[in-house]
């Protein structure tokens, strides 16, 4: 079976691996404070000019549940669109912190102030929970990405309302290097509060880092690290891997393979006529076929299916850092067959 349903099914990028392997029998401190995750933290500031808190995690939701455990009060609530990953995929995960999560429609899977002005003209009083964060993602969870005139504009809507800004990363390699892209890593530390950048969805075998910017949220974070299970005995195997994404910008190597290879296989499809539930921005192609072609892709391609309660059924490929011209000439011909 041919993947290209998922960013995360390899186990990582040999470079990750070989690096690891040469560090195999060093004794590291544990917790985060080793030298690797250290050097890693000063390889991400880099690309920040400002001073920043990185932490390592080991996954995207652990990233979100602790982040809204640590910043949020008790009373308080995040606003997010109907598609964001915490609303969607997270299994109930936030709310089991205890934090509702308000969610708006969106437009291409992302936030627009005006929705956020219309959560707070109707959440205005203590009877219900306060809005106190803005969640959004980059890229989409329909592949979209922000410009940096659309954060700009979130930051004063938030700033107006004195609400954090706090982006899920989870793609943002392959946000940050899309050809419809403006904006870097220190245009998120200029514009956020917090976000994180994504590792295993970028050729990791695990890990994400975590960047706090806002100077509120860095006090006493490691308590809430340990509380909630992040803090991961042996972090050094994450800071390794970060070591390696960001020594020689290997990161933004290989969110631009993936988006090239989604180029081409969005190339390929429209020159076959298949339609497109949403234009091609970042590695995330969505495209409607018909029930038998879904059944006839299935026997040789894994692929995801959604079905959205507007729009009906819609198929999701996906290409990585590994995927090969082969992969996609593969598609071709199957859908040529058909």
Request: overall charge negative.
């Amino acid at each position: 079976m041919i993947n290209i349903k998922n960013d995360y099914s390899e186990v990582a990028h040999p470079k990750v691996l070989e690096h690891i392997m040469a560090y195999s029998m060093q004794v590291n401190a544990p917790y985060g404070e080793d030298k690797h995750c250290l050097h890693a933290a000063q390889l991400i500031k880099g690309h920040l000019n400002r001073e920043v808190d990185i932490h390592f995690v080991s996954g995207g939701t652990l990233a979100n549940i602790l982040s809204m455990a640590a910043f949020l009060r008790p009373y308080q609530s995040i606003i997010a669109v109907e598609t964001a990953h915490i609303a969607d995929n997270e299994t109930g995960a936030i709310e089991g912190t205890g934090h509702k999560v308000i969610t708006v429609e969106g437009e291409d899977g992302k936030m627009t102030p005006k929705e956020i002005e219309g959560v707070m003209s109707i959440y205005t009083h203590e009877h219900k929970t306060q809005p106190a964060l803005v969640y959004i993602t980059n890229a989409t969870e329909l592949g979209t990405v922000y410009t940096k005139g659309e954060l700009i504009a979130l930051r004063e809507v938030c700033d107006e309302h004195g609400l954090l800004l706090y982006m899920d990363g989870a793609r943002l390699a392959a946000a940050l290097t899309s050809e419809f892209s403006d904006i870097s890593l220190g245009d998120l530390a200029e514009l956020t509060d917090a976000f994180f950048i994504g590792g295993a969805k970028n050729g990791l075998m695990f890990g994400e880092a975590l960047v706090l910017v806002n100077d509120r949220l860095k006090p006493d974070f490691r308590y809430m690290y340990k509380n909630r299970g992040a803090m991961f005995s042996k972090g050094f195997l994450m800071g390794m891997q970060f070591e390696v994404l960001f020594e020689n910008d290997l990161y933004f190597e290989l969110g631009r393979h993936a988006n090239r290879m989604a180029a081409l296989m969005a190339e390929g499809l429209l020159a076959r006529g298949i339609e497109f539930y949403k234009p091609r921005v970042t590695n995330q192609i969505f495209v409607r076929l018909s029930d038998e072609q879904i059944e006839r892709l299935s026997e040789k391609f894994l692929f995801e299916v959604f079905q959205y309660p507007k729009d009906g059924k819609v198929v999701r490929f996906i290409t990585t850092w590994s995927t090969t011209q082969e992969t996609i000439d593969l598609l071709m011909d199957f859908l040529d067959g058909q």
